[in-house]
């Protein structure tokens, strides 16, 4: 469902890195369901096999971030998302863009949500990134993702606030996916 939310949002294109192991049925899974966008899927999506990818997040990202820089030099943010979040919407990755397009002085527009009940603020994925970002996010290594950057005092961000933590729940595990399914049919 996370891929079908952002071929459903306003990007241009979108890039799925994937481990050499991974037999993309996902893809094809949620690419049935497009035709309730109106994208083409060869034309919407590109799948980027990542060699490393077991080597930690920081991989993945550095293939999908070259890989669109190489189709589109002048690029100027990228959306970074995580294929274990099924309940991401188009609209929280709409949202997103449009905070991101009013607020020029920003390198980067993250998810926010509550540590715990009146807890401190965490900035997540999804998130839209600019090019000012773009040769940190190339030099980060080992499991290390986007999240990090959020904490630097070299980048200027802003946390939209997620409409309720389910949307970012994050599937890890088999109980995770159990309890997934069981949100996902009503149950």
Same mark, same amino acid.
């Given at each position: 469902m996370g891929l079908l939310a952002l071929l459903s949002s306003d990007l241009?294109?979108?890039?799925?890195?994937?481990?050499?192991?991974?037999?993309?049925?996902?893809? *094809?899974?949620? *690419?049935?369901?497009?035709?309730?966008? $109106?994208? $083409?899927?060869?034309?919407?999506?590109?799948?980027?096999?990542c060699t490393e990818a077991s080597k930690g997040m920081s991989y993945s990202i550095r293939c999908g971030l070259e890989a669109l820089l190489r189709e589109e030099p002048a690029l100027n943010a990228v959306v970074v998302a995580l294929a274990d979040q099924p309940f991401i919407t188009s609209g929280m990755i709409d949202g997103l863009i449009r905070c991101w397009s009013e607020r020029p002085e920003l390198d980067f527009v993250a998810t926010a949500v509550h540590?715990?009940? *009146? *807890?401190?603020?965490?900035?997540?994925?999804?998130?839209?990134?600019?090019?000012?970002m773009f040769d940190s996010l190339l030099q980060l290594r080992g499991d290390a993702g986007a999240r990090k950057l959020f904490e630097s005092t070299d980048f200027q961000g802003f946390g939209l606030l997620a409409v309720d933590r389910q949307s970012l729940f994050d599937v890890d595990t088999p109980a995770d996916f159990d309890l997934a399914q069981k949100w996902y049919l009503g149950s």
């Open positions: 241009h294109r979108v890039n799925v890195v994937v481990h050499p192991d991974d037999s993309k049925v996902w893809i *094809g899974t949620e *690419g049935s369901a497009l035709c309730t966008s $109106n994208r $083409n899927l060869p034309d919407a999506v590109s799948v980027i096999v540590e715990s009940e *009146g *807890g401190e603020i965490v900035l997540m994925p999804p998130a839209i990134l600019s090019r000012s």
